[in-house]
């Protein structure tokens, strides 16, 4: 009989495909020799990022007791904590549930975690975007009982949802709904792939936007007061080496509406995928695929009846910048927040240690980036000194004694976890960085002149390698396929620049092309703005 991983997934067991709407995917380690050992990697939800305290303190204790000893951050806000053996699956999940924590449709054919700024700030806009951002998860959520069936034994744990998101899951003036479904949204069939939502505000392109299925931006007033959304629609990051009818691709504008319809807009848009995704092959469900394939007036057109008004035209919004929120910030009531950067999202040995005995002993909350970072927020100014200090002795500093090409670096977990990954990652980007930092020396371009890096095992794109200026996607054993042309602020899409790139030849490739930048570019010209001809 063929074990479960050599199995094409589309006949993979009942379990295994329902386990994925509740956030777990079976995998073993390609490291080990001889017959596999299989565990379950466990995926959380957390819009925005939002971690209360009591939920951090069980992920890190579960992470010791019951995984492989380390939390792995995301680059979509969430946890993921590998190598759960099937007999403490229950108690893991229903650990999490209990500790205001949830994992349900953290995977699967559905709306995945809502991204918006993590920055604690007390501002409005930011605030606005936050609550919106977990108005929308609430919205998308599976409505069955069956998660809660399964891991806590009925429990009913759910918060209270705000009554609007309630009137708009349940609203159907114009034909969106199952109406006697216990899914009114999702029917028996969810959406004919995964799903994605970020939300932010003016400027703060902290979340990726234009790589989501949908972007949501706040719009305000000249006094800061929120009005309504700019859309942005069909973005998407994975694709298939060699097969060009798949691609990354950019969201791009559907329009404006006000405030008060935005869960209504939203809802438009899902149902539209949902009806007209292609579900034949899985490889073309994206909703970017849908997009491309009617052009944007046809899908604005759908979208409309669905919503029952038309869009207005999208409202002009500033420059995005990329922001890490990493350091020390006031949040603008009394407190402060520090963000922290960790190497590729992994928390581990005495980091780990540190981080659980400040955010315990000081009861904080803490926020995840969506660049696989974290934030510890509701600091009094006088514990700011005994947290620096203890931090700094666990290695992690402040965003100044850290290399900047760490701080914007990103790598997906690849080997020896994913079953997809065809290389290197994360355990291969410490050397790929040092090795950059000497050509950097060596063709004479100055400490802080950073560029963005990402890197991932295979083309799927999980680290968002097609927006940085450089980006490694494996394609073969110790082989990468090189992109360059994004931009810093995450706003254009890097083009493929050379094939089966193998990892020792690195410094062969890439001296030249510094060489170049360092002695031609136009004064302040970012890599990804200098390379963005070189692309193939
Ligand atoms: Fe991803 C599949 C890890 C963000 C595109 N992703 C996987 C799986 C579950 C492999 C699998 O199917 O068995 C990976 C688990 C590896 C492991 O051992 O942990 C995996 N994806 C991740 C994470 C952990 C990477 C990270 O470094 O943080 C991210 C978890 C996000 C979360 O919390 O929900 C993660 N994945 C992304 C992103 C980035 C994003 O969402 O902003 C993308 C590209 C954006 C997009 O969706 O277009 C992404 N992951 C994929 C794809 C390709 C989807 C496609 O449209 O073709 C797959 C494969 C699939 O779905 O068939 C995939
Ligand atoms: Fe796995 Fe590929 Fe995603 Fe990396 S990009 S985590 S190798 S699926």
């Known amino acids: 009989m063929r074990s479960c991983s050599q199995m094409p997934r589309t006949l993979m067991s009942p379990l295994h495909k329902l386990i994925k709407f509740h956030g777990s995917y079976q995998q073993y380690d390609r490291d080990e020799r001889g017959a596999r050992s299989y565990s379950f990697m466990l995926r959380t939800k957390n819009p925005c990022g939002k971690v209360p305290n009591k939920l951090y303190l069980t992920m890190d204790d579960l992470a010791d007791q019951f995984g492989i000893g380390t939390l792995r951050l995301t680059t979509r806000q969430t946890f993921q904590l590998h190598g759960v053996v099937k007999k403490n699956l229950k108690t893991v999940m229903s650990s ?115 790589t989501n299925d949908v972007g949501v931006v706040v719009v305000t007033d000249a006094d800061g007061e929120p009005q309504g959304f700019n859309l942005y629609v069909g973005g998407g990051m994975g694709r298939t080496h060699r097969v060009e009818t798949t691609f990354p691709r950019l969201a791009e504008s559907l329009g404006y509406v006000p405030k008060e319809d935005i869960l209504y807009a939203v809802k438009a848009i899902v149902v539209t995928q949902r009806e007209n995704g292609r579900r034949d092959d899985r ?86 980036t969506p660049n696989q970072n974290i934030i510890l927020c509701g600091i009094r100014k006088a514990w700011k000194r005994p947290i620096t200090t203890a931090l700094a002795q666990a290695g992690l500093l402040e965003p100044k004694y850290v290399d900047p090409l760490n701080l914007t670096a990103m790598a997906c977990p690849a080997l020896p976890m994913c079953p997809l990954a065809i290389t290197e990652a994360e355990r291969g980007m410490p050397g790929i960085l040092k090795r950059i930092r000497a050509v950097f020396e060596k063709v004479g371009l100055k400490y802080n002149e950073s560029v963005v890096i990402r890197a991932t095992g295979c083309p799927n794109g999980c680290a968002r390698p097609y927006m940085a200026e450089l980006g490694f996607v494996g394609d073969g054993p110790n082989s990468y396929q090189l992109w360059l042309g994004g931009t810093p602020n995450q706003t254009s899409l890097a083009r493929t620049f050379m094939n089966k790139v193998k990892i020792h030849d690195l410094e062969k490739v890439l001296e030249p092309l510094f060489y170049n930048w360092k002695r031609k570019r136009q004064s302040k010209e970012s890599f990804g703005d200098f390379t963005k001809p070189c692309g193939i």
């Open 96 to 210: 999490i549930i209990h500790s205001m924590g949830s994992t349900l449709g953290a995977c699967g054919d559905l709306n995945r975690n809502v991204l918006a700024p993590a920055a604690p700030f007390a501002r409005k806009d930011y605030q606005f975007a936050q609550q919106t951002a977990d108005d929308i998860a609430a919205l998308l959520t599976p409505q069955s009982g069956f998660y809660y069936d399964m891991w806590v034994d009925g429990e009913k744990i759910m918060s209270a949802e705000p009554p609007e998101v309630v009137k708009a899951r349940n609203d159907n003036s114009h034909g969106t709904n199952f109406p006697d479904s216990p899914e009114p949204i999702y029917g028996t069939q969810f959406l004919p792939r995964k799903f994605k939502i970020a939300v932010t505000v003016p400027t703060d392109n902290s979340v990726d936007l234009l």
């Open 283 to 368: 490889k073309y469900s994206r909703m970017k695929y849908l997009i491309s394939s009617w052009g944007i007036e046809k899908f604005r057109s759908v979208v409309e009846e669905y919503y029952g008004k038309k869009f207005e035209p999208s409202r002009e919004l500033p420059e995005w910048e990329f922001k890490s929120y990493l350091g020390w910030h006031e949040q603008g009531d009394g407190g402060l927040f520090c963000g922290l950067h960790v190497d590729s999202g992994r928390v581990g040995g005495k980091m780990k240690t540190t981080l659980r005995e400040i955010i315990e002993k000081y009861n904080l909350d803490v926020r995840l």
